[in-house]
């Protein structure tokens, strides 16, 4: 008798910036042959494309008259995700500086909110269908989007041990002092959760893990550990 394949697996990973959701979010997709989503990535896509196209980013009216404009396509392979505006690589783009300063007043807007967020369920719609599922990490993924994921995590860390991890990754780049680079993550944070559509928050039923103490090898592990137990307790 034929056994049926295991049902796609739906997976949220919310948390603020710098816990670790898009290293841990590839790897547990890639260890366990899910596909991945970085909605932060098409945020940012849409910021670069307001910025690049001389819509006001402090205005967000002129913002939701072009939200619907750009063509966001993001490649969900975890081993080389991909994020194209109107098919041009955005990849390098979407990480500077300037987008950072700007994506949370641009992914505030609900009309933007509104459009991406369509885009993230039928992405998640398709993994589900074509593929064993797939991990889509993000800010409201557990809250909003994915409202019935089979499994949300939302990451925490310390705002020291996410500042120092985001200059480790800066150095060399556009490296700042760990006091100001701890100041920009709070400030995005407290944007982030408290603007009024679809705010950084944790899902009720979603599973926290502190990750202040944590490797990025032992927060992958937990996780590896979450979806194979969701997954054995659903065959
Ligand atoms: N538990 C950990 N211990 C040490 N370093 C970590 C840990 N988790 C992530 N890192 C490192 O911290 C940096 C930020 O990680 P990552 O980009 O995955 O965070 P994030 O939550 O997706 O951030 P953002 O939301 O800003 O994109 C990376 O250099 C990553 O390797
Ligand atoms: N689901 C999401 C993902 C991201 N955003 C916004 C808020 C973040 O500051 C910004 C960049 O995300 P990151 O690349 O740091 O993960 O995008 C959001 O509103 N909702």
Redesign the pocket.
Known sequence: METAAPAAVIVAID???????????KAVAAKLGLRYL?T?AQYRAITWWMITNGIDTDDPQAIALAAGKPAIVSGTDPGAPTITVDGLDASGPIRTQEVTSKVSAVSAVPEVRALITDLQRSIAAEAAQDAEGIVV?GRDIGTTVLPDADLKVF?T?SAE??AA??N??LRGKEATDLAATKEA?VKRDAADSGRKTSPLAKAADAVEVD??E???E??IECVVTLVEEKRTVRR
Do not use: C, F, H, Y
Request: aromatic share 0%.
């Open positions: 948390g603020p910036s710098g816990t670790g959701k898009s290293s841990t979010s970085d932060g990490e990451l860390a041990a996410r991890r985001r480790g990754e993550l990750t202040t944590l490797t990025l032992q927060v």
